[in-house]
């Protein structure tokens, strides 16, 4: 699997707290040339939340970008999406069970012996942080740094996203150390958030990961 050097994450809570809805969220970082989107959203998936997410999906494929959800099967299953699932969520061989041979999952670690067990896992690419501090979390793992990548990237062939504090100050760091990929929350979320704010960020994101 080939990702894209920027991995944009629409958390919910995050997009609250920025007064911007999910499906203008996605639009606009789909606009500015996102090439995958995932939702994450730890709250309760509503009938009204399903349908913001569907017209996510719908808005991914007119794009050509892929989509994922973060934690949940079911709903990736019926939005016809990628899942993604963390070290407590249901395990990668049951996720390739239900997602089949062709659909992507990809699983989050965050220590060298979660890493490595990864790299036996029937997944697509592995996560691996927080790289640097990170707000997006109430309780976050012990941060491991830039130079946790340069020594891990030997110990996996799949494709390996950097997440956790990732900026455009330090994003460049990241993917020279070996990460494929970087995980963006608040990074790319300016203040004020608005339709046109997103898309700039996304394009200035996209420019920067052309220099690494």
């Known amino acids: 699997m080939r990702l894209p050097r920027v991995y944009p994450i629409l958390d919910t809570e995050s997009l ?6 999910l499906e203008n969220a996605a639009a606009a970082f789909l606009d500015g040339g996102a090439g995958i989107l995932q939702i994450r959203h730890k ?36 939005l016809q999406a990628g899942l993604h699932v963390g070290q407590d969520d249901l395990s990668p061989r049951d ?14 670690s965050h220590s060298v012996a ?36 340069r ?3 030997s110990l996996i062939e799949k494709p390996l996203v950097a997440i956790g504090g990732i900026t455009q100050e330090n994003a460049l760091d990241v993917l020279r150390a070996g990460a494929d990929s970087v995980a963006v929350i608040a990074g790319l979320l ?17 420019q920067l990961v052309k220099t690494a």
């Open 151 to 153: 020594r891990c990237r």
């Open 114 to 149: 979660q890493l490595c067990a990864a790299g036996g896992e029937p997944v697509d690419y592995v996560a691996l942080g927080p790289i640097f501090t990170t707000a997006s979390k109430l309780n976050p793992d012990p941060v491991i740094g830039v130079e946790e990548i």
């Open 95 to 108: 996720a390739r069970q239900l997602m089949g041979p062709d659909g992507t999952i990809g699983f989050s």
């Open 16 to 21: 609250d707290r920025r007064a911007i809805s």
């Open 43 to 78: 709250r309760h998936w509503s009938r009204a939340f399903f349908a913001s997410a569907r017209t996510v999906a719908r808005l991914c494929r007119e794009a050509g970008a892929s989509l994922v959800v973060n934690d949940r099967a079911d709903f990736a299953l019926l």
């Open 190 to 206: 300016p203040s004020p958030a608005t339709a046109h704010s997103l898309r700039e960020r996304m394009e200035q994101w996209q």
